[in-house]
Every structure is written in C-alpha cells, then in structure tokens.
C-alpha cells in the first residue's frame, strides 16, 4: 500500500529530529577525531539516554545531553506551527515562532543572536549564508506540493529570511524545501535530486549573491562525485567532501539523500563523516524519511521523544492535515 501524506509527513519530522540528535555526537569533529571518540564509529546513541554527551561535559554555552536535538529541530518545529497557525507560508509568522525558540542564541552564532536581540518578528537579514534556513525549512516543502516551483522557493524564502538573508542560504533552504516537496508527493530519488537544483537555480537567479550563482552547481558536483564510488562509505566520502561550509553541507545532504534509500543509513553516514554532522543528518533524513517512512529508526525516535518530551507525530498530523487542503497536495 502507498503511504499516505500524514505518514511521510511523520517520517519526515521523526527523521529531522533522529538525525539531528545522533549527528549531534560528532558535530565538528574530523574522522581522526570521530576514531578517537568512538573507535567502533557511531552505531547510534553510544552513552546513556539524557546523560551529557562525553565531548560537552563542561562546555560553557551547553551540556549537549544524548537523544537531545538542536536548534535544526526546535526552528522547523517553529517553522512548522507558523503555517499551522496562519495556513500559508508567511516570513512574519515564522520569525514570530522563532523567537520562542530558546537553543544556540548567544553571541557565538551572530545569524540568530542579531535576530533575537532586535526582537523584531518581521526583521529581514540582509546577509547571512549559512544554513540555518535550510535545516529548519521541510515545513515548507511539506506545505507545498512539487506543482508550483515558484510557491516553493518563496515559501523557502521566506522561512529563511528571519536570519538567514544571503543567497546562498536562500538557494539552500529552497533546494532542501523542493527535495521533502517531491518526497511528500511519493517522488522518488532521483526526481527530488533534480527538483531540488532546479529550485536552488531559481532562488539564485532571483536573489543573487555577489559570486555567480554556485549553490545549484555545487549539489550537482558533489552528487556527481559520490555518485561515481562503488560504495558510499564514511571514510570515501569525507575524504572527497567534509561538510564544513554551506555549499558542502546542502549538497551532501541532497547527496545522501539521493544516493541511499534509509534515513536510519543517511544518518549514520553523516555521523561518521563528521563536519557539521548533526545538519547533514537531519536534512538526509527529513528527505528520507518522507520518501521511506518505515526507513527511520523508531527506537531512535522514541529516545529522542522521551529526552525532549515533544511529540511530533502528533505536530506531523497536524501539518499534513493543512498541507492536505492545498490543491496541489490533494492526492
């Protein structure tokens, strides 16, 4: 049996949170460093539930807690009540919801501190090309079907835009966005690869940057290169592509999710490739899990449920339920 929209809304949301929470463990490190850590890599979650992750014990901005997600999960569940709320995709709303959001704001990540400082919900970054648009964007591609590449990348935009204002990151959040649209919809891998530079090439064109347009180009190239190896395996990849830097992290994510067919495996993939793991993971996931629900590790899920005390299934029904009175998500 197919799945319905409100089970891949379930599997994308889950697979968001699992991979933030595990990619967590090895955020930043390098594969000397993930060896170093975990000699046997990282399987899952490799200390006890709710204790401090080891590498955190003392870390004076948070003691990261094991199965505790980042601010990747809090802002799309921001992102998320935001089109529930208002049943459009609207910039002000977002920024309202994510001015609740309480993780990462100090000094050290200027994109959210400035933006919670000014306190504004309707502010517009005017710079900003990080990624923090695109990890917190499914919501968007949730919402709108693949029909209307246009609603798409403004919706993108537009849930970007509150700290996130540079092309870059636009192009990012609308490439992710097109990805979870196609996944939504029951599309397969390769048709979300190809909406997915399709919408980063528009939202390009539309807001350029400085530099000639690069994020559409450089998924394309690092799929490309992946594509070609016998075997998509941690070590091979890192070697060729350490997410460290946003036109590496998108488009390793939009790479895994291409060339797998398992959250639960994405997820494991950017743990061990390390950089900025916990993104990688969630985005590859978020993709997977609406195109392979039954691919996300539900044990993981159930960890990470009890560590936060959230229940996004229950969040999912909601979202798919308004996502499903648009014509273009009507089956």
């Known amino acids: 049996m197919p799945f319905t929209i409100a089970q891949r809304v379930v599997g994308c949301l889950t697979g968001i949170a699992t991979g933030d929470a595990i990619g967590k463990q090895s955020e930043g490190f390098s594969r ?3 060896a170093r850590w975990y000699p046997d890599g990282v399987r899952g979650f490799e200390s006890p539930l709710g204790t401090v992750v080891p590498r955190y014990r003392g870390n004076r901005k948070h003691e990261w807690r094991v199965g505790e997600t980042t601010d990747d999960t809090e802002r799309t569940v921001a992102v998320a009540r935001a089109i529930i709320a208002e049943r459009c995709v609207s910039h002000v709303a977002v920024g309202r919801e994510l001015l609740r959001c309480t993780k990462c704001v100090h000094p050290g990540l200027a994109s959210l501190w400035e933006f919670h400082q000014a306190g504004d919900a309707a502010r517009i970054a005017a710079a900003h090309d990080g990624c923090g648009g695109a990890v917190r964007v499914a ?3 949730i919402f709108c079907g693949p029909g209307s590449l246009n609603d798409l ?4 935009r537009a849930a970007s835009i509150s700290t996130h204002g540079g092309s870059l990151a636009i192009a990012g959040a609308a490439a992710i966005a097109a990805a979870v649209s196609v996944a939504v ?16 090439a528009l939202a390009e064109r539309r807001w350029p940057g400085g530099d000639a347009p690069r994020m559409a180009a450089a998924i394309r190239s690092v799929h490309d290169g992946l594509a070609g190896l016998a ?5 091979d990849v890192a070697a060729r592509c350490v997410p460290d830097h946003p036109l590496r992290i998108v488009p390793l994510a939009l790479a895994l999710a291409a060339l797998t067919e398992s959250a639960e495996d994405a997820i494991l993939l950017a743990a061990n490739i390390g950089g900025d793991s916990d993104s990688v993971a969630s985005m590859a996931a978020g993709i997977l899990g609406a195109m392979f629900p039954a691919s996300v590790n539900q044990e993981w899920y159930g960890a990470v449920a ?4 959230v229940d996004l299934v229950a969040l999912a029904h909601e979202l798919a339920l308004v996502a499903s009175t648009r014509k273009d998500r009507q089956p």
């Open 185 to 200: 919809a029951g599309g397969g891998p390769r048709d979300a690869f190809e909406y997915a530079v399709e919408a980063a």
């Open 153 to 156: 990348v403004e919706g993108a």
């Open 32 to 34: 000397d460093d993930i």
């Open 231 to 235: 075997a998509v395996r941690a070590g």
């Open 139 to 141: 919501p968007v591609g």
């Open 306 to 309: 009890d560590v936060e005390g």
